[in-house]
């Protein structure tokens, strides 16, 4: 699932629940329609109520990573949970997106490298 | 190989079916009581394969059936196999290059085979092609000890 929330040149995807297969192609409609609309400069996918993530994730942020490249803007990852962070390691995708925890006041970026 | 336990089951390569497989696989491997990060492995390595079984296998015919079987063995040991009756691969070790894919357009990473390889302790693949796919997968559960 995801909630988009829109401010000035900030578009942030609240994801939530199981990001698979099944679910991936609908998440990316969603998101690639309003990038589309909004241009913004800042995409954030937000992994904090994700609870569970396989490399269909990866292939999500690698697309949303190609569009951001294609409309000039950047993309953050916000929030991954320790099985993401893993698989999010596992595949090099924390190098193509700043990664942040934003909740309980970790605000700086994280270095998540073993 | 003692078999101690074991479940079977078999279900249309559907892609609402990818969460019930997991959860099914790991419901099985909480009677070795897991820690948090051992089923959290089990669970996406599972979800890769059946996946790749759902996107891959039978892309140009009506979805077939995937087949898993999970079974407990001596030495808390979790082995997994699925099974699809789809195209099969017909180059396997260009299928497991990370970031390989043959569905770009799908957006599939390509890291299927990767993700099932470093979250487990050996992985299996056999396949033929026009005879389907067979992936077995084992995992021994460390309770967190090395």
Sequence with gaps: MVELKEEPRKLTAMLSGELDHHHAKEIREAIDFAVREQLPKTLILDFGHVTFMDSSGIGLIMGRSRLLEETGGTLEIHNPPQQIRKVLRLSGADRLAVIRDTVNGKEPEHEYAQ | ?146
């Design chain 2, 1 to 146: 190989m003692n078999t101690l336990n074991e479940l079977k089951c078999t279900f249309p390569a559907r892609s609402e079916n990818e969460s019930f497989a997991r959860t099914m696989v790991c419901s099985f491997a909480s009677q070795l009581d897991p820690t948090v990060e051992e089923l959290a492995d089990l669970r996406t390595a599972v979800s890769e394969a059946v996946t790749n079984s759902i996107v891959h296998a039978y892309r140009s015919t009506e979805p077939g059936l995937i087949a898993v079987t999970v079974r407990l063995l001596p030495g808390d040991v979790i082995y997994i196999r699925i099974a699809d009756k789809g195209c099969g691969i017909a180059d396997i070790e260009q299928a497991m290059q990370p970031l390989f894919s043959s569905a770009p357009a799908e957006e599939r990473a390509g890291l299927g085979f990767t993700v099932m390889q470093s979250f487990t302790d050996s992985l299996t693949v056999r396949s033929k092609s026009g005879h389907g796919t067979t992936v077995t997968m084992r995992k021994k559960l460390r309770h967190g000890k090395e």
